[in-house]
């Protein structure tokens, strides 16, 4: 069955601080990986997708199939990276269904 | 314009009430696609629609009834709604579904409902 998974519901760290978001996912198919955020009062708003391949706002995601992985990094945190972080995985090969994982708050102190 | 807009923004209503949702989107995208997000959970699809066609329905009960009558609304009919409905509903779009289809999907900011 397909899955994802977020292992830490908080991660909290000092502004300046790594860091870097889990995510696992299940799926026997070729997938696409996202990384949305929603930051409070604000939108779900999509940050990362893995065929971008891209760097936004500092945070960088890379897939690995082999350990099916899509973790999310940062290497210098800011308090406005404070948000909620989901990751989805989509389904390929006729219908694109959006799985989302249980999200984790990052919360950056200063 | 490239947001997803919903009205109302907050929707209180009793559990015999009728009412409905409203989803609108100008940037020309073939699918939409409702969503239920409890507190502190993750968005859960209820239903996709592709070129104003359901496409999917995830098992939603019949208390809610989605509706799309142009390519740049959806809509979602509420009737009959249990306490337990109550959640932030979301609305998105993207440019296309199916194979090869861009998954990209854009949100709506939701509509607040509690079902007293």
């Known amino acids: 069955a397909q899955r994802v998974t977020q292992p830490e519901k908080l991660l909290s760290v000092f502004k300046g601080a790594p860091v870097e978001l889990k995510c696992n996912y299940s799926?026997?198919?070729?997938?696409?990986l996202f990384w949305y955020v929603q930051y409070s009062r604000q939108r779900l708003q999509l940050l990362l997708r893995?065929?971008s391949r891209e760097s936004i706002k500092g945070f960088t995601a890379d897939l690995n199939k082999g350990e099916t992985s899509f973790h999310l990094k940062k290497p210098f945190a800011q308090e406005e990276d404070s948000a909620m972080y989901y990751c989805a995985l989509g389904f390929s090969g006729g219908y694109n269904k959006l799985i989302f994982g249980a999200g984790t708050r990052l919360a950056v102190h200063p | 314009d490239t947001e997803v807009t919903q009205t109302p923004k907050h929707l209180v209503m009793g559990m015999t009430n009728k009412k409905s949702l409203k989803c609108e989107q100008h940037m020309g995208h073939r699918a939409m696609y409702w969503y239920k997000q409890k507190a502190k959970k993750p968005p859960e699809l209820m239903f996709v629609?592709?070129?104003?066609?359901l496409s999917i329905n995830e098992s939603v009960p019949s208390r809610f009834s989605p509706e799309c009558p142009n390519s740049s609304l959806l809509n979602l009919h509420l009737h009959a709604l249990q306490p337990e409905d109550s959640a932030l509903y979301l609305c998105?779009?993207?440019?296309?579904w199916g194979a090869g289809a861009k998954n990209e999907q854009y949100f709506g900011p939701g509509t607040r409902l509690t079902v007293t």
């Open positions: 998105a779009s993207s440019q296309t």
């Open positions: 893995h065929i």
């Open positions: 629609y592709s070129y104003e066609k």
């Open positions: 799926y026997s198919g070729s997938p696409e």
